[in-house]
């Protein structure tokens, strides 16, 4: 089974249908009445794709994606509109909004030869999109001649526009680059990486990333675990954690894992920076003990010196999850070491998840990082399956 490239397509005088994730951040409106885009990365990273279709001169570009959480009904609030301005821009293009993301309009206009890039309207405008509806993909599949999906950040889920949609595209359904890098980086994690192999994770919560655990848990040599969800672990081992945040359910799987086959290759905080509450004054912990009436909010610097001794001799580092609470600066200081240690490495380094990808761009060393992914939750189940539903999708079957 293989997956073909956009670069393999005949694209010329084709109606292209493209999936992309311009699931943006939006502020406030403009004197316009637009929303602002506060980063426009995800857009960024999908140009390459979109410009390279075009230059191929097909008779139409139809672009698609989600933004937000509308439920399901049509929100003003989580409009493509900025989107469609900012490609515009970019593109030096007309880019039409339609109406909603199947409106009676669209066959029309994909017939009308003076516009040739056109946007559907946020596919979560309808509620079919998340469920995976057939009919709803069939009529998106019914606007065009060829499948683009290039939407990383949207391939771990069954929804119509990346998964169902793909049965409507027989022969005629490709990978664009961005999905292909996300692939090329991802299995060099996963098949035969360079030891040593070193995962760091962080975050809130075991239940989330007990599958990555385990599945890295394999590979790696060292799983350096921080932020809230270490405190289950440590609690598991029978330490004081005072009021961290902790789930008693994280607990019970913290225990099991510590007791497995590979559970000595975790590596927990020797120490924490702790605080009544995250507006309290915050203070260094001698050991890994927390006290009754304090949290822990960041992993202390005995653990940063730690972790930095494991990083420096790594070969191969992948990252996903804050080491603390890093919003809050006196409790980033984990966080962002892990961001600049990785940044130094001459290791090939992975950065997957909203927040430490944050973490590095905030920093200024995501430049650095071998591969910064575009979706969190997509390269963990990539990592824990080796594949997507969206990608699998993709594939042929000779
Ligand atoms: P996740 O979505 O599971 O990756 O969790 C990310 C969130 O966990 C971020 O908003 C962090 O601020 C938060 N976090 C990480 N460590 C801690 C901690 N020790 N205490 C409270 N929140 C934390």
């Given at each position: 089974?293989?997956?073909?490239?956009?670069?393999?397509?005949?694209?010329?005088?084709?109606?292209?249908?493209?999936?992309?994730?311009?699931?943006?951040?939006?502020?406030?409106?403009?004197?316009?009445?637009?929303?602002?885009?506060?980063?426009?990365?995800?857009?960024?990273?999908?140009?390459?794709?979109?410009?390279?279709?075009?230059?191929?001169?097909?008779?139409?570009?139809?672009?698609?994606s989600h933004?937000?959480?509308?439920?399901?009904?049509?929100?003003?609030?989580?409009?493509?509109?900025?989107?469609?301005?900012?490609?515009?821009?970019?593109?030096?293009?007309e880019v039409y909004l339609s109406e909603s993301p199947t409106d009676s309009g669209l066959k029309t206009l994909t017939t009308l030869g003076h516009i040739k890039v056109v946007l559907l309207e946020n596919l979560r405008f309808d509620p079919r999109?998340?469920?995976?509806?057939?009919?709803?993909?069939?009529?998106?599949?019914?606007?065009?001649?060829?499948?683009?999906?290039?939407?990383?950040?949207?391939?771990?889920?069954?929804?119509?526009?990346?998964y169902t949609i793909t049965e409507y595209f027989n022969r005629q359904r490709y990978a664009g680059f961005l999905i292909l890098d996300e692939i090329e980086a991802l299995d060099k994690i996963l098949h035969k990486p360079q030891k040593p192999f070193v995962g760091i994770l962080g975050g809130a919560k075991v239940s989330d990333k007990i599958q990555t655990i385990e599945k890295l848990l394999i590979t790696v040599d060292h799983l350096i675990i921080g932020g809230a969800m270490a405190y289950p672990f440590l609690k598991a081992q029978g330490k004081k954690i005072g009021k961290s945040l902790c789930a008693e359910s994280d607990v019970t799987l913290a225990a099991k894992i510590l007791k497995a086959d590979k559970g000595h290759k975790l590596v927990l905080p020797m120490d924490h920076v702790v605080a009544e509450n995250p507006d309290a004054p915050a203070e260094t912990t001698s050991g890994s003990q927390i006290d009754g009436d304090k949290a822990g909010f960041d992993i202390g610097p005995q653990s940063i010196e730690n972790i930095r001794s494991l990083v420096s001799t790594a070969k191969t580092l992948v990252w996903n999850g804050p080491m603390g609470l890093f919003e809050k600066s006196q409790f980033s200081k984990g966080t962002f070491s892990v961001a600049q240690m990785l940044a130094e490495s001459d290791a090939y380094s992975f950065v997957g998840g909203g927040d430490s990808v944050a973490a590095v761009k905030?920093?200024?060393?995501?430049?650095?990082?071998?591969?910064?992914?575009?979706?969190?939750?997509?390269?963990?189940?990539?990592?824990?399956?080796?594949?997507?539903?969206?990608?699998?999708?993709l594939k042929y079957h000779f």
């Open positions: 089974m293989a997956i073909r490239s956009i670069a393999e397509a005949e694209l010329e005088g084709k109606k292209v249908l493209a999936r992309f994730d311009f699931n943006v951040p939006l502020g406030d409106r403009d004197a316009s009445g637009t929303r602002a885009i506060k980063d426009s990365t995800r857009i960024d990273l999908s140009l390459k794709t979109i410009q390279y279709i075009l230059d191929q001169k097909p008779s139409k570009l139809i672009l698609m933004l937000g959480r509308p439920k399901g009904k049509p929100n003003p609030d989580y409009s493509l509109e900025p989107v469609a301005k900012y490609l515009a821009e970019k593109l030096g293009l999109e998340e469920q995976g509806d057939h009919e709803f993909a069939q009529a998106l599949a019914s606007l065009a001649d060829v499948y683009v999906n290039d939407a990383f950040g949207a391939a771990h889920r069954k929804h119509a526009s990346v905030q920093s200024g060393y995501a430049d650095k990082i071998s591969h910064v992914s575009s979706g969190g939750g997509a390269s963990l189940e990539y990592i824990e399956k080796g594949t997507l539903p969206g990608i699998q999708a």
